[in-house]
């Protein structure tokens, strides 16, 4: 059974930064690609950030030059480092498992809040 635990959400400021983490169960080698996810209320869910077996990323247009996607396989981790955060990204944060860099798996986590608010 798949199982992906996400942490690292919060209140942040705008221009303030945050780490997520990603731990998957099996091991993050079990996957091809891990990817995050996020969505605000009333909205759908949309792509952010992924990562390959090979290290490859890709991000969304929106993000790129502020949000960094990487992986630890030893600590068995994938993260997503937000920085210089918008108050229009306030969303639940979620992670992906099971697919590629462009689309999304069968796998999520239960999410974690992302509030950006002065």
């Known amino acids: 059974q798949v199982q992906l635990v996400e942490s690292g959400g919060g209140l942040v400021q705008p221009g303030g930064s945050l780490r997520l983490s990603c731990v998957p169960s099996?091991?993050?080698?079990?996957?091809?690609?891990m990817g995050w996810y996020r969505q605000a209320p009333g909205n759908q869910r949309d792509f952010v950030a992924s990562?390959?077996?090979?290290?490859?990323?890709n991000y969304a247009d929106s993000v790129k030059g502020r949000f960094t996607i990487s992986r630890d396989n030893a600590k068995n981790t994938v993260y997503l480092q937000m920085n210089n955060l918008k108050p229009d990204e306030t969303a639940v944060y979620y992670c992906?498992?099971?697919?590629?860099?462009?689309?999304?798996?069968?796998?999520w986590g239960q999410g974690t809040q992302v509030t950006v608010s002065s």
């Open positions: 990562i390959g077996w090979d290290g490859s990323t």
């Open positions: 099996p091991r993050i080698s079990a996957f091809s690609a």
């Open positions: 992906n498992a099971g697919g590629g860099l462009t689309t999304p798996g069968g796998y």
